[in-house]
């Protein structure tokens, strides 16, 4: 992290003439490490193709920026409740760095690989006298000659041992602390756009590409090993003009996206929001504004999609479309938290919350066949209904008549073709309700299951059978 005192205002001056601006959000504070800044909670990100700079709103000297190559890797958070989204940054272990491994840019202070003979932000060429008095100050700060006798003292000495002579106070050495990690916070959305362009930019390191526009040496050579070299510089230059142009295309699209939620958004407001209401046509609409604004997955949901009807029309499509979870034979039982991943696997960065499943499944059981189930185990199934409870407790009986015998777990949950785990949850349910088996647990440890020769069986109509035949 590098200290900047800018405004918003001042960014653009402060680009380098290589640096575009890829992306910008207002509204984003900031943690080092898992500790909230206190210093940092309302400010902007700039996101560029060689930094980000996040600049402070309340205070301009909070600003800072980092380097992109310096980042090791990102994580998204979607946000829960009250918790806001949040995109982590880990930065690279510069902590045992060497000074004599890089260096610094006298014109821009950019942080340069040793290999490097040009800086990678503003072009200069590296300056060898430069570096060398950089690192004769870096020494300096830790040499404590006595100004008298030339003696070198430790460094924490206020007077000559040697001569006893008064030195002169170093230079506070105190290192900067860099954080392993930085979080950024949206409280205003758009983490998704920016996610995105960042992941993008890192992956195809968009601070090594040059513009072939830059290019000063050019190969002639037409023939021999001149020109396949130059043969080879025309396709590099050619694949990095058109990821400069991608990137350009990338900036333009994020900043016609806004405008386009926008116009998605009026467009829902006039419809009416009981679906009984809508014409044909407007029902055409509502369904042609969900079905676009999810196939662009910008992460911010209008309103139309936060309707019932159009969230149970999305989970319909993952239960029982062409590939769907419960369609065919390929499944009759799948767990709630499998569908909820399902579903935000459709639906990309557009994530939902476990609870609008839970809200949403009342609706799904008026509208299908689909039921759900909760197990023992407090864990919810949907299935169809050839695996409701009551035909499960059917085909139970008959496994069993079928063998003359008890069955094991193992057996039931071959012929059913489900987890053993799954099973003993429905047969716990059966048990509670229809009471028509019953558990055998054997000396060795293995478990049966037999009919329940006891199930009408009640000691008054005992009692009433065993009178009447005394009585004759």
């Not at 940092?40 to 301009?60: K, P």
């Not at 510089?233 to 939620?261: G, P, R, W």
Request: net charge neutral; proline share 3%.
């Amino acid at each position: 992290m590098i200290k900047l005192n800018i405004t918003n205002e001042q960014v653009k001056i402060n680009l380098n003439k290589k640096e575009n601006v890829l992306f910008t959000n207002n509204n984003v504070g900031i943690y080092l490490n898992d500790n909230k800044d206190s210093q940092r909670q309302f400010g902007s990100i700039y996101a560029t193709n060689y930094r980000l700079i996040y600049v402070d709103n309340n205070n301009q000297s909070k600003s800072f920026t980092i380097n992109l190559e310096n980042i090791s890797k990102t994580e998204f958070y979607t946000g829960f409740l009250k918790s806001s989204p949040k995109v982590t940054i880990y930065l690279k272990n510069m902590v045992n760095k060497d000074n004599k491994n890089d260096w610094i840019c006298s014109i821009c202070s950019f942080l340069n690989p040793i290999d490097s003979i040009s800086c990678n932000l503003c072009g200069v060429v590296k300056d060898t006298n430069n570096s060398n008095r950089q690192n004769a100050r870096n020494k300096s700060q830790f040499d404590n000659s006595c100004p008298k006798c030339t003696f070198k003292n430790h460094p924490l000495m206020t007077r000559c041992e040697l001569c006893e002579t008064t030195l002169k106070p170093l230079q506070s050495t105190t290192p900067t602390i860099t954080p392993e990690f930085i979080r950024v916070s949206f409280r205003g959305g758009g983490e998704g756009q920016f996610y995105s362009t960042l992941k993008l930019v890192l992956e195809y390191k968009a601070w090594s590409i040059e513009d072939p526009n830059d290019k000063v040496l050019q190969r002639d050579q037409s023939a021999g090993i001149g020109g396949i070299l130059a043969s080879v510089d025309t396709k590099v230059q050619s694949s990095q003009s058109n990821i400069v142009d991608a990137f350009k295309d990338l900036q333009t699209l994020f900043l016609k996206a806004d405008e386009m939620v926008k116009c998605a958004d009026q467009l829902a407001s006039r419809l009416p929001k009981n679906k009984e209401q809508m014409t044909d046509v407007e029902k055409e609409a509502q369904y042609f504004l969900n079905s676009s604004f999810n196939d662009i997955n910008l992460g911010i949901a209008p309103t139309a999609t936060s309707d019932e009807e159009s969230l149970a029309f999305e989970l319909k499509a993952i239960l029982h479309g062409d590939s769907g979870l419960l369609s065919g034979n390929k499944r009759n039982v799948i767990n709630l938290d499998e569908v909820w991943c399902a579903w935000n696997r459709g639906r990309g960065v557009a994530l939902l919350n476990p609870k609008v499943l839970i809200d949403i499944l009342p609706y799904i059981e008026r509208t299908t066949n689909i039921r759900s189930l909760k197990l023992q185990s407090g864990i919810i199934v949907l299935h169809n209904p050839s695996h409701s409870l009551e035909e499960f407790n059917k085909r139970l009986e008959s496994y069993i008549e079928d063998c003359r015998g008890g069955v094991t777990t193992i057996e039931i949950a071959q012929k059913e073709e489900l987890p053993p785990s799954l099973i003993e949850d429905f047969i716990l349910c059966a048990q509670a309700k229809f009471a028509s088996v019953v558990k055998d647990v054997s000396s060795g440890g293995l478990v049966r299951y037999w009919k329940n020769e006891f199930k009408d069986f009640t000691i008054e109509n005992e009692l009433n059978d065993y009178f009447v035949n005394w009585k004759l």
